[in-house]
């Protein structure tokens, strides 16, 4: 005897389903789960790269700037040589002088940023 294909949906699981995507979507809103979760992001950002930026007068470490709207964040340098310390700069055919501070803080907050937001979705759509 043939099988028939169907599927059957229970009203439960309906309700369970909606439940989780009220979840995601409240994370999703500003000052909430996500949005906190990009701040944090930010926030280590800077902290990271400041710790890690070469200090001689302290200028550039005290050019750091943060803007932020919803879910936009923005670290910034605003020292007009901070990109010549970080990328370093041409002479006699090679790159001199870099000294990255900002792309490694950005590497090591990205891996924290990813854990947590795994580790809160998983706990969302339980």
């Known amino acids: 005897m043939r099988k028939k294909n169907s599927a059957h949906i229970r009203q439960q699981d309906i309700k369970k389903f909606n439940r989780k995507m009220k979840k995601l979507n409240?994370?999703?809103?500003?000052?909430?789960?996500?949005?906190?979760?990009?701040?944090?992001?930010?926030?280590?950002i800077g902290l990271?790269?400041?710790?890690?930026?070469?200090?001689?007068?302290?200028?550039?470490?005290?050019?750091?700037?943060?803007?932020?709207?919803?879910?936009?964040?923005?670290?910034?340098?605003?020292?007009?040589?901070?990109?010549?310390v970080e990328f370093g700069k041409p002479g006699k055919g090679t790159i001199q002088g870099a000294r990255p501070f900002f792309r490694p803080a950005i590497s090591k907050a990205s891996i924290n940023f990813k854990k947590r937001i795994?580790?809160?979705?998983?706990e969302l759509v339980k």
């Not at 795994?118 to 998983?122: E, I, Q």
């Open 48 to 84: 990271i790269s400041t710790e890690n930026v070469p200090v001689i007068t302290s200028k550039l470490r005290d050019s750091i700037r943060f803007e932020s709207n919803f879910m936009n964040y923005v670290v910034k340098y605003i020292i007009n040589y901070a990109k010549f």
């Open 26 to 44: 409240d994370f999703t809103k500003a000052g909430k789960g996500l949005d906190k979760q990009i701040a944090i992001f930010a926030n280590e």
């Open 118 to 122: 795994k580790l809160r979705l998983k």
